[in-house]
């Protein structure tokens, strides 16, 4: 099953919805800054899963300099970050094609794609992002934290639609990212509320990669 492409077509489906319910992104705007703090300036930056377009807006309301390329499977959600904004580059694109991209970066943000990958598609995700990355180049990821093993699908808030979603722990995640020379310098938690109305916590990472490290 091609769950990333699944998950994408109920994105695009629900685009407008999405837009109208998480354009606010002020609880994550403390791991945004951080992330954004640590880059140059006209920073390039690659944002993975780029939804509407919030989590551009709401980093470089602060830094406008940022050199902003944003990619996402969904094509109503790539309009969407168009319209919300139009100074900023984005593309319809799978992320797990982030290897055709003909370009280097200084930073990476995947702040909502790791729960619709699988393991192997994150391993490889992360892995294929390397050759990409500039000596010292940063990166800030997110995700619902929880055992592997509790992954499956849930269904949209309408109950018209399910995904199916990954879970990680920040160990899982830090293996995978230091086999490729990439060391966590950052991670912090906030509360969620589970669909099954339970609490737990979402991970957030930055990350930044060796400079020592050279990939081809």
């Known amino acids: 099953m091609d769950y990333a492409h699944e998950a994408a077509q109920v994105f695009d489906k629900h685009a407008a919805w999405y837009e109208k319910k998480f354009m606010d992104q002020s609880k994550y705007q403390p791991g945004f800054d951080l992330f954004a703090q640590h880059l140059p300036a006209n920073a390039a930056v690659l944002e993975l899963a780029c939804g509407p377009g919030n989590t551009c807006q709401a980093t470089r309301n602060k830094r406008p300099d940022l050199a902003w390329l944003g990619i996402d499977l969904a094509p109503n959600m790539v309009d969407l970050a168009k319209k919300n904004n139009p100074d900023a580059q984005f593309q319809c694109m799978d992320i797990r094609d982030v290897r055709k991209l003909d370009q280097k970066f200084q930073g990476v943000m995947g702040a ?39 992954s499956g699908y849930e269904y949209t808030s309408d109950k018209s639609d399910r995904i199916c979603m990954h879970y990680y722990l920040e160990q899982d995640l830090k293996i995978m990212l230091e086999k490729c020379g990439i060391e966590i310098i950052h991670s912090s938690r906030l509360p969620y509320q589970k669909r099954d109305g339970t609490d737990g916590d979402e991970l957030i990472l930055i990350a930044r990669k060796n400079a020592g490290l050279t990939i081809s």
């Open 112 to 150: 909502f794609c790791l729960p619709y990958l699988d393991k192997m598609a994150v391993e490889q995700l992360i892995s294929d992002l390397c050759p990409l990355l500039l000596p010292n180049a940063y990166l800030y990821w997110s995700t619902m934290e929880d055992n592997y093993a509790c």
